[in-house]
């Protein structure tokens, strides 16, 4: 779930409600903005250069060719396995994100090429129950990655999520182990898996598929962990914890990424990156 | 209604009268019978229809058997392996070689600390990344000379902490995962106590997914989705509840394989039945997956995992 909110270094804003206004604030630098200039800016502020949440479609759009996206999501939508209610019934949650979003679950997939290079590429949304991993978008994963050994295409994908979804219970945290199964088939078949993590990746997505990518790559501002400060505070004593913990220059400083990419480079150093594999790939 | 501790004086009662009976040659054997019977009502009572968070307290309770426990009484020739080579030797995940009535396996287990001194070291079961990088270690090694695996599933969660983070915990989970799921060797996984996210998971990726009675298994502990979600901590039995963490509800749900039962109160009541009972569900099991041709089981395990999941179709 999302637990990493509230962390003063995030450069990363989630706006979750949307709203018709042509004018918005940057958090950041507290400038006004024009909207569209934003948005036609890859979500970057145009005064600082922070970065606004992007939504999975624009994330695609940010980096695929024109015109070249055709989704191949499963047209599915999770169950409720457990009558799972908290303060609010999981299945009002699951419909009220629906609406909100216009999306099914946390995830879409889609055929789709990048620098004329074929891929499968899956992205998740943060805004769909804070992008958390369910039956939906594991089973949405692992049709991505068969579709990608049946194409002999790379796998790409691009994380936002505060972990497994708690609603399913372990139902959700199998789904680490259904996509880590499905995941190691594609070695099998010699195709190469590009795993990008952005704002945040975390919990159980950390834990098992994004961490799983031949290639790792960070977004420029990706906050990247398995437990945060809360749950660390929680389980042993308080810790004195660093100021860059969980960055992308925390994992990167301590090897668990290949690089740091800046929003407005990610789709050329895509194209750079696959062009070193896809000769293998017929 | 009983607790615990009127099922614990009422035992020595009948202890006592017992004494007296052979001791003073008074014949007291109508009362003793009469108070056994009571006794037995009233364990049925508070046990048998546990609720979920009281079954959270009996997976947690200090008395309870830990694994080092369970390989000591089950297995020959325990030989324990240290290290992941990398940058130490974790005690909260323990590996090693054994016998399982003369046959050869490898363990891989979570323990807890029995005191304060031990859970230094220890860490109430917590393993860090060098404890995933080790069982992936020695899986590996199994795998590569034909020896079955099990492993013992008993921990609140991976160790969380800056040091956790700094040496990639949830890189050495996902890794431990991918590893699981293609060993070519025979697997088995039991949850003893607590089977807690992530952490236990890792060495939960089986043939054969089994849980002790009073065991639990969970996205989340309890107290972290009454946090999350309820934001309010003390609501731990509804989050205990709502999350379907015990053995029946998983058996239920197709989630699991088997569950091996305990005695009335819990395993620490009679640890050698507890024990004997899983030897026999170990064995069992082992005999019928070593049976099965390698491509097969793994066939089996891969359907397995690929299939998990509840959703339906939409438009």
């Known amino acids: 779930m999302a637990i990493f909110k509230e962390r003063q270094y995030l450069r990363v804003h989630v706006d979750k409600e949307p709203d018709d206004s042509l004018w918005m604030k940057c958090k950041s630098c507290g400038e006004l903005v024009f909207k569209r200039r934003v948005r036609e800016n890859n979500n970057i502020c145009p005064k600082c250069g922070d970065y606004f949440f992007l939504t999975a479609a624009e994330r695609i759009a940010s980096l695929v060719d024109e015109g070249s996206y055709e989704e191949i999501s499963k047209p599915i939508a999770s169950d409720d396995p457990l009558g799972f209610a908290d303060s609010r019934a999981y299945t009002d949650r699951i419909e009220d994100a629906q609406s909100k979003t216009g999306m099914r679950d946390a995830l879409i997939v889609g055929r789709a090429s990048i620098g004329a290079i074929p891929i499968v590429i899956a992205v998740m949304d943060f805004r769909f129950v804070g992008g958390s991993m369910g039956s939906v978008m594991g089973e949405q994963i692992c049709h991505g990655i068969e579709t990608a050994i049946e194409l002999e295409r790379p796998f790409v994908l691009i994380s936002s999520s505060g972990g497994a979804r708690v609603q399913e219970g372990l139902f959700s945290l199998l789904q680490m182990a259904k996509t880590a199964a499905v995941r190691a088939r594609l070695s099998d078949a010699g195709l190469p898996f590009i795993s990008v993590m952005t704002y945040p990746t975390s919990g159980g997505v950390q834990a098992s598929i994004a961490s799983l990518g031949d290639l790792i790559i960070a977004e420029r501002g990706a906050m990247i962990g398995f437990a945060g400060r ?14 860059n913990f969980q960055t992308d220059a925390f994992a990167l400083e301590h090897g668990q990424i290949d690089r740091v990419v800046k929003r407005e480079d990610l789709r050329d150093e895509l194209v750079l990156l696959l062009s070193y594999f896809v000769e293998t790939v017929r | 209604m009983s607790d615990e501790r009127t099922l614990d004086l009422l035992e020595a009662k009948i202890e006592e009268l017992r004494q007296m009976n052979s001791q003073n040659g008074i014949d007291l054997s109508h009362e003793i019978r009469t108070l056994e019977k009571k006794l037995e009502r009233l364990r049925r009572d508070l046990f048998e229809n546990l609720s979920d968070w009281e079954r959270v307290k009996t997976a947690r309770h ?30 909260a995940l323990i590996t090693g070689l054994a016998r399982l009535e003369g046959r050869r396996i490898a363990v891989v287990a979570q323990q807890k600390g029995r005191s304060t001194a031990e859970n230094k070291e220890r860490l109430f079961g917590m393993p860090r990344p060098r404890g995933y990088r080790k069982a992936r270690r020695v ?56 089977g807690g996210s992530g952490g236990a998971l890792a060495i939960g990726v089986a043939d054969c997914v089994m849980m002790l009675e009073n065991s639990i298994y969970t996205v ?20 205990a509840a709502a999350l379907h963490l015990t053995a029946p509800h998983l058996l239920k749900l197709g989630l699991i394989d088997g569950v091996i039962p305990e005695p009335l109160g819990g395993a620490h009541k009679d640890f050698e039945r507890t024990a004997a009972a899983l030897k026999r569900e170990l064995e069992r099991h082992l005999s019928e997956l070593t049976d099965q041709v390698t491509d097969e089981r793994m066939a089996a395990r891969y359907a397995r995992y690929r299939s998990i999941g509840r959703f339906h179709a939409v438009e």
């Open chain 2, 220 to 239: 989340i502990s309890p107290e972290g989705a009454a946090a999350i979600l309820w934001k309010d901590k003390d609501r731990v039995k509804e989050a």
């Open chain 1, 230 to 243: 809360r749950v660390i505070d929680q389980t042993i004593a308080e810790q004195e914890l660093p100021q």
């Open chain 2, 62 to 91: 200090p008395k309870r058997p830990y694994a080092l426990d369970y390989i000591g009484e089950i297995f020959t020739d325990f030989y324990e392996l240290h290290g992941d080579r990398i940058s130490g030797d974790d005690q």
């Open chain 2, 139 to 194: 899986m590996c090694l199994a795998d590569r000379f034909g020896i079955p695996i099990v492993t013992l599933i008993d921990t609140p969660g991976a160790y969380p902490g800056l040091e956790s983070e700094e040496e990639n915990i949830g890189g050495a989970i996902a890794e431990s995962l991918r590893t699981m799921a293609e060993l070519r060797v025979p697997t088995i996984a039991v949850v003893i106590g607590e």
